[in-house]
Nanobody, 123 residues
Framework: QVQLVESGGGLVQPGGSLRLSCAAS????????MGWYRQAPGKQRELVASITSGGSTNYADSVKDRFTISRDNAKNTVYLQMNSLKPEDTAVYYC?????????????????WGQGTQVTVSS
């Protein structure tokens, strides 16, 4: 199994900043990619940002130029720096990871989710 532990959510005023962290632990051969998704009440879960093992990043249009995803390979940790936060960024943010692992004696790519962390942007 792989555990994804998120931290850094909370309440912030519009225009403020937050930094989310997600640490992966467990039996991992390689991290293929990690990312952040969010789900607001009554809405579908959506991709916020992702980063591959090669460092390529992808962002939702709504967060480009405001959010930055980064990773620390030595710590198996991915970060999401969120600046200029808006009320519409309010959601539960979920960490997602795609990992190369051994399962039943064979290597395969497996996907895991964190438990989610609440981000609320409000004055």
């Amino acid at each position: 199994q792989v555990q994804l532990v998120e931290s850094g959510g909370g309440l912030v005023q519009p225009g403020g900043s937050l930094r989310l962290s997600c640490a992966a632990s467990g039996s991992i051969i390689r991290i293929n990619a990690m990312g952040w998704y969010r789900q607001a009440p009554g809405k579908q879960r959506e991709l916020v940002a992702s980063i591959t093992s090669g460092g390529s990043t992808n962002y939702a249009d709504s967060v480009k130029d405001r959010f930055t995803i980064s990773r620390d390979n030595a710590k198996n940790t991915v970060y999401l720096q969120m600046n200029s936060l808006k009320p519409e960024d309010t959601a539960v943010y979920y960490c997602n990871g795609n990992f190369r692992r051994i399962r039943y004696g064979l290597e395969s790519n497996q996907e895991y989710w964190g438990q989610g962390t609440q981000v609320t942007v409000s004055s």
